[in-house]
């Protein structure tokens, strides 16, 4: 494969090699059909020189890395800075990035053919990818420098971004971005491995390289799609039905009209939405609407209703078969001890700090978006059926997005095709800002599904694993959307089952099967997917098999995955770091349980110390990670993910639930649906394991560990096991 | 029309008396770095100092500042900062705070306002001015090491 095809993926693409290259100052922009640089700043700056998709260098030396991946918080722009600037020698002072606009061709996702943001793919798939393209954008610099200098390229030592040559010559890519633009291609000397090997690297993996984006986010001026104005633009806030799958019967606007700054109100086939100067009219006037809602299509079921269906599923075999070794039955019938455990897991909202938001400005022959776009070759041609635009004519432009946890990324579009019908309905006569308060974020679906699990394990005479046969039932994220066909297969959604399915435990005779439900509750990946509750039943499980086996729980897990040198690693290093004793027994009223688990190709062990306070409750004093994920770019940026899962996965095992009575959503805010606050937040510690293999997931894998780890700590202090998330309001007595 | 001491200057805004001071800010005014995370002063997105004290402007009336001087992210950090603001950005720079960074300048102008109170808080003192303030980053724990921080460079 050329360098070229590395950096485009392999994309087919219908442009020459000089095409790549001669962007400078604007001039060359026509020979990059297709690709329009964003921000309009970037154009307006002038001078700047687009080396191929991925980097610019201006006239001052700066160098922009265009990044593909929407930044929510998991920090691609450091992470794809860091690989730019690694290839290119350069000084971190001298990076700068800008999100790159909607265009699969340039700017898919390697592990999804398709541009968007998830499955803590960011950094896997684009480490070879953005290597090579600061790789060959370092060449033709050099070459450009080689010419102007008449020495040879390879006499030219790159450091901190200043070029030099044992003659005394000195320059700075600015000065050379130019003329290297100008070369007739080929430029660089083709090479079969463009990228620095791995012992000569001065920024990956090292300490001390700093967020590229503290300085916007420390001092208000980080742009999030709620911080959009443009000229002319409309608030919109929208009326949406009490239950999911509602329509608008009719509506009565008098009261909201009459609301100072409301300018325009419209039905859409979401509801009514109510436009206005600002947001607090927009606010106001929605609530001063009166709508009759048609239910009589709506799914007006309660989750305890919803959670029996599922509990009842499991209870008997007939599932969809997702893994089947060897003979679960005999294996059981056969065993020294059989343990039966139930799990439930409750509706989980993504509860983004930025509620959703989206801005759009439609125009008969093209629509402009901004917002934190995360999936972007799905909303392309949504907002373009939504509005009857092509799609190459319905541009993306993505800023900030504070926090999304998977809820940005739809396969419906839910919240950019509620914008784009809303700028129909105006037929564009004003810009649009969809805005989505507390209150509509939390009721407005799009869960992590609930599930209910049933396992049944056994041991032999030597206290190891014989039998494992496991049941899940509950709802498919892939179930009714576009994306169905490629994701269910023979009636199995994987993504209800992973993290189970493929057990890395070395159980002999193994089923799972899975039940998918319908229900009329929308439902999403949410922050390590299937991982959030597979991961609680499978760890919860093998410590109790463990326990029966009168194993220490870290010895028992190890003994059982040998041939997992990964998990191996992980578990031994969270062991060693917390300082783990087999068989030591906690002091009263404490607790401390290890769970490991793998996801997004990563592996991470926790052990959780946890204190049983006097009134029965449960605090969470120290959580110890020990993770393989591959090459570590940015080690601060690992730490903050894992810091980052442990408490997300906390707040959700501690109290978090969307529960629904007669199909309506009885949560709102953040007191009825209260994240993780900093008085629950443990001491976090996090280490990684040595690895010189490619970088895998880090945004997700963090999470899955810590509900069982913290259920195995509870049951260490308490002898009752965690079975059924979140705790809530139970309390507990030391053993 | 009601007038308002923001960041120093004074503003008038044509807005009813019972406008959330946070709307006044963002729309009105154009400071977008106080954020709109609930509404209903539950998460501390909206958090502004009031007259020194950290108040949720999302529950703030216009109406209500009367002569009260206005702090923003904008003015704690900006060319006038004071002396809290810049070690909590300076803090907050060191240690790699942020994550998406949405809930970071209510979380700043809390960390700031509890440093004016409190030279030396404990990580009690800390959980206690700040558990307002909702992260879904979780990055809590970075930011108890940085208000220590802020404190140490206030001392310095």
Same mark, same amino acid.
């Given at each position: 494969?050329?360098?070229?095809?590395?950096?485009?993926?392999?994309?087919?693409?219908?442009?020459?090699?000089?095409?790549?290259?001669?962007?400078a100052?604007? !001039?060359?922009?026509?020979?990059?059909?297709?690709?329009?640089?964003?921000?309009?700043?970037?154009?307006?700056?002038?001078?700047?020189?687009?080396?191929?998709?991925?980097?610019?260098?201006?006239?001052?030396?700066?160098?922009?890395?265009v990044?593909?991946?929407?930044?929510?918080?998991?920090?691609?722009?450091?992470?794809?800075?860091?690989?730019?600037?690694?290839?290119?020698?350069?000084?971190?002072?001298?990076?700068?990035?800008?999100?790159?606009p909607?265009?699969?061709?340039?700017?898919?996702?390697?592990?999804?053919?398709?541009?968007g943001?998830?499955?803590?793919?960011?950094?896997?798939?684009?480490?070879?990818?953005?290597?090579?393209?600061?790789?060959?954008?370092?060449?033709?610099?050099?070459? !450009?420098?080689?010419?102007?200098?008449?020495?040879?390229?390879?006499?030219?030592?790159?450091?901190?971004?200043?070029?030099?040559?044992?003659?005394?010559?000195?320059?700075?890519?600015?000065?050379?971005?130019?003329?290297?633009?100008?070369?007739?291609?080929?430029?660089?000397?083709?090479?079969?491995?463009?990228?620095?090997?791995?012992?000569?690297?001065?920024?990956?993996?090292?300490?001390?390289?700093?967020?590229?984006?503290?300085?916007?986010?420390?001092?208000?001026?980080?742009?999030?799609?709620?911080d959009? #104005?443009?000229?002319?633009?409309?608030v919109?806030?929208?009326?949406?039905?009490?239950?999911?799958?509602?329509?608008?019967?009719?509506?009565?606007?008098?009261?909201? #009209?009459?609301?100072?700054?409301?300018?325009? $109100?419209?039905?859409?086939?979401?509801?009514?939405?109510?436009?206005?100067?600002?947001?607090?009219?927009?606010?106001?006037?929605?609530?001063?609407?009166?709508?009759?809602w048609?239910?009589?299509?709506?799914?007006?079921?309660?989750?305890?209703?919803?959670? #029996?269906?599922?509990?009842?599923?499991?209870?008997?075999?007939?599932?969809?078969?997702?893994?089947?070794?060897?003979?679960?039955?005999?294996?059981?019938?056969?065993?020294?001890?059989?343990?039966?455990?139930?799990?439930?897991?409750?509706?989980?909202?993504?509860?983004?700090?930025?509620?959703?938001?989206?801005? $759009?400005?439609?125009?008969?022959?093209?629509?402009?978006?901004?917002?934190?776009a995360?999936?972007?070759?799905?909303?392309?041609?949504?907002?373009?059926?939504?509005?009857?635009?092509?799609?190459?004519?319905?541009?993306?432009?993505?800023?900030?997005?504070?926090?999304?946890?998977?809820?940005?990324?739809?396969?419906?579009?839910?919240?950019?095709?509620?914008?784009?019908?809303?700028?129909? !309905?105006?037929?564009?006569?004003?810009p649009?800002?969809?805005?989505?308060?507390?209150?509509?974020?939390?009721?407005?679906?799009?869960?992590?599904?609930?599930?209910?699990?049933?396992?049944?394990?056994?041991?032999?005479?030597?206290?190891?694993?014989?039998a494992?046969?496991?049941?899940?039932?509950?709802?498919?994220?892939?179930?009714?959307?576009?994306?169905?066909?490629? !994701?269910v297969?023979?009636?199995?959604?994987?993504?209800?089952?992973?993290?189970?399915?493929?057990?890395?435990?070395?159980?002999?005779?193994?089923? @799972?099967?899975?039940?998918?439900? #319908?229900?009329?509750?929308?439902?999403?990946?949410?922050?390590?997917?299937g991982?959030?509750?597979?991961?609680?039943?499978?760890e919860?499980?093998?410590?109790?098999?463990?326990?029966?086996?009168?194993?220490?729980?870290?010895?028992?897990?190890?003994?059982?995955?040998?041939?997992?040198?990964?998990?191996?690693?992980?578990?031994?290093?969270?062991?060693?770091?917390?300082?783990?004793?087999?068989?030591?027994?906690?002091?009263?009223?404490?607790?401390?349980?290890?769970?490991?688990?793998?996801?997004?190709?990563?592996?991470?062990?926790?052990?959780?110390?946890?204190?049983?306070?006097?009134n029965?409750?449960?605090?969470?004093?120290?959580?110890?990670?020990?993770?393989?994920?591959?090459?570590?770019?940015?080690?601060?940026?690992?730490?903050?993910?894992?810091?980052?899962?442990?408490?997300?996965?906390?707040?959700?095992?501690?109290?978090?639930?969307?529960?629904?009575?007669?199909?309506?959503?009885?949560?709102?805010?953040?007191?009825?649906?209260?994240?993780?606050?900093?008085?629950?937040?443990?001491?976090?510690?996090?280490?990684?394991?040595?690895?010189?293999?490619?970088?895998?997931?880090?945004?997700?894998?963090? @999470?899955?560990?810590?509900?069982?780890?913290?259920?195995?700590?509870?049951?260490?202090?308490?002898?009752?096991?965690?079975?059924?998330?979140?705790?809530?309001?139970?309390?507990?007595?030391?053993? | 029309?009601?007038?308002?001491?923001? *960041?120093?200057?004074?503003?008038s805004?044509?807005?009813d008396?019972?406008?959330?001071?946070?709307w006044?800010?963002?729309?009105?005014?154009?400071?977008?770095?106080?954020?709109?995370?609930?509404?209903?002063?539950?998460?501390?997105?909206?958090?502004?100092?009031?007259?020194?004290?950290?108040?949720?402007?999302?529950?703030?009336?216009a109406?209500?500042?009367?002569?009260?001087?206005?702090?923003?992210?904008?003015?704690?950090?900006?060319? *006038?900062?004071?002396?809290?603001?810049?070690?909590?950005?300076?803090?907050?720079?060191?240690?790699?705070?942020?994550?998406?960074?949405?809930c970071?300048?209510?979380?700043?102008?809390?960390?700031?306002?509890?440093?004016?109170? *409190?030279?030396?808080?404990?990580?009690?003192?800390?959980?206690?001015?700040?558990?307002? *303030?909702?992260?879904?980053?979780?990055?809590?724990?970075?930011?108890?090491?940085?208000?220590?921080?802020?404190?140490?460079?206030?001392?310095?």
């Amino acid at each position: 494969m050329s360098i070229q095809d590395r950096i485009r993926g392999g994309a087919p693409l219908d442009l020459n090699r000089r095409g790549f290259l001669a962007i400078a100052g604007g !001039a060359g922009v026509g020979l990059m059909v297709g690709f329009r640089p964003f921000p309009a700043e970037a154009e307006a700056a002038g001078g700047l020189v687009q080396f191929n998709p991925f980097v610019k260098v201006a006239p001052d030396g700066a160098i922009t890395v265009v990044v593909k991946h929407l930044d929510m918080g998991q920090g691609p722009t450091t992470g794809l800075a860091t690989l730019i600037a690694e290839e290119m020698d350069a000084d971190w002072s001298q990076m700068r990035t800008e999100f790159a606009p909607a265009d699969a061709k340039l700017y898919a996702n390697l592990a999804f053919k398709a541009q968007g943001t998830g499955g803590s793919t960011a950094m896997a798939n684009s480490w070879e990818q953005y290597r090579t393209a600061g790789a060959e954008a370092r060449a033709a610099l050099v070459k !450009a420098a080689a010419d102007k200098w008449q020495v040879a390229q390879g006499e030219i030592v790159v450091d901190k971004g200043v070029l030099s040559h044992p003659s005394g010559k000195r320059g700075t890519y600015g000065e050379f971005a130019e003329a290297a633009a100008k070369q007739p291609a080929p430029i660089g000397a083709p090479q079969e491995t463009p990228y620095k090997d791995a012992a000569k690297f001065k920024l990956i993996g090292k300490e001390g390289l700093h967020r590229i984006d503290n300085d916007p986010k420390t001092d208000g001026t980080a742009i999030y799609t709620q911080d959009v #104005k443009l000229p002319g633009m409309l608030v919109a806030a929208v009326a949406h039905p009490p239950q999911f799958g509602g329509k608008v019967k009719s509506f009565d606007d008098a009261e909201a #009209k009459k609301v100072k700054g409301v300018e325009k $109100i419209v039905q859409i086939p979401q509801g009514v939405a109510v436009l206005a100067k600002n947001t607090w009219a927009a606010f106001k006037g929605r609530d001063a609407l009166k709508v009759e809602w048609d239910l009589s299509g709506a799914e007006s079921r309660g989750s305890e209703e919803l959670l #029996k269906l599922a509990k009842e599923a499991v209870s008997k075999p007939g599932g969809a078969v997702a893994t089947a070794r060897g003979d679960v039955a005999g294996a059981l019938k056969g065993a020294a001890k059989v343990i039966e455990a139930d799990f439930t897991f409750p509706y989980l909202a993504h509860a983004p700090m930025e509620p959703l938001n989206c801005v $759009i400005d439609l125009k008969p022959d093209g629509a402009r978006l901004i917002y934190g776009a995360q999936f972007q070759s799905i909303d392309q041609p949504t907002v373009a059926a939504v509005t009857g635009l092509k799609p190459e004519q319905v541009k993306i432009e993505t800023v900030w997005a504070g926090g999304s946890f998977g809820r940005r990324a739809v396969p419906t579009a839910d919240y950019v095709a509620e914008a784009a019908a809303i700028a129909k !309905a105006i037929n564009g006569s004003n810009p649009v800002k969809l805005v989505w308060t507390r209150e509509d974020d939390t009721k407005g679906g799009y869960y992590r599904p609930f599930y209910a699990h049933k396992v049944r394990a056994a041991i032999g005479a030597d206290g190891m694993p014989v039998a494992w046969e496991h049941h899940v039932a509950g709802q498919s994220i892939f179930a009714g959307t576009a994306l169905e066909a490629m !994701a269910v297969k023979d009636g199995v959604d994987e993504t209800s089952v992973e993290g189970a399915s493929n057990l890395a435990y070395a159980v002999p005779n193994l089923k @799972v099967e899975l039940t998918t439900l #319908k229900v009329g509750v929308p439902v999403l990946w949410w922050r390590s997917v299937g991982h959030t509750h597979t991961a609680h039943v499978v760890e919860s499980v093998i410590d109790e098999l463990a326990h029966a086996a009168g194993k220490d729980p870290v010895e028992y897990r190890l003994a059982l995955l040998k041939d997992k040198p990964r998990h191996t690693a992980a578990l031994k290093l969270a062991a060693e770091k917390a300082g783990w004793t087999p068989g030591a027994k906690p002091e009263k009223g404490k607790g401390r349980g290890v769970a490991v688990h793998e996801s997004f190709n990563t592996v991470v062990a926790q052990v959780v110390d946890v204190t049983i306070t006097k009134n029965g409750g449960v605090k969470v004093d120290r959580v110890v990670a020990g993770v393989d994920c591959g090459t570590v770019i940015n080690p601060d940026v690992v730490r903050a993910q894992v810091e980052g899962g442990v408490g997300f996965g906390l707040g959700a095992a501690l109290r978090d639930a969307i529960t629904l009575e007669d199909g309506v959503v009885q949560q709102a805010n953040f007191d009825t649906y209260e994240p993780l606050r900093m008085s629950d937040m443990p001491k976090v510690e996090v280490y990684t394991v040595p690895s010189d293999a490619k970088p895998t997931g880090i945004g997700e894998p963090g @999470v899955p560990p810590l509900a069982p780890a913290l259920a195995n700590a509870i049951f260490s202090a308490t002898g009752k096991r965690v079975r059924d998330l979140p705790l809530g309001d139970q309390k507990f007595t030391t053993a | 029309m009601i007038k308002l001491k923001i *960041n120093g200057e004074e503003r008038s805004v044509d807005v009813d008396a019972d406008t959330p001071l946070l709307w006044v800010i963002r729309d009105e005014i154009g400071l977008t770095g106080t954020k709109f995370g609930c509404g209903q002063a539950l998460c501390g997105a909206c958090t502004v100092h009031m007259d020194g004290q950290p108040v949720r402007s999302c529950q703030t009336m216009a109406g209500d500042v009367g002569d009260a001087q206005i702090v923003t992210i904008e003015g704690l950090v900006g060319a *006038n900062a004071t002396p809290e603001g810049k070690a909590v950005q300076a803090a907050w720079r060191a240690l790699d705070v942020v994550q998406c960074g949405y809930c970071q300048s209510g979380q700043m102008m809390s960390a700031a306002a509890l440093l004016t109170e *409190n030279k030396k808080p404990s990580d009690d003192d800390i959980n206690a001015a700040l558990n307002g *303030n909702v992260c879904r980053c979780a990055t809590y724990q970075r930011i108890r090491a940085a208000v220590h921080d802020a404190a140490r460079r206030l001392e310095a």
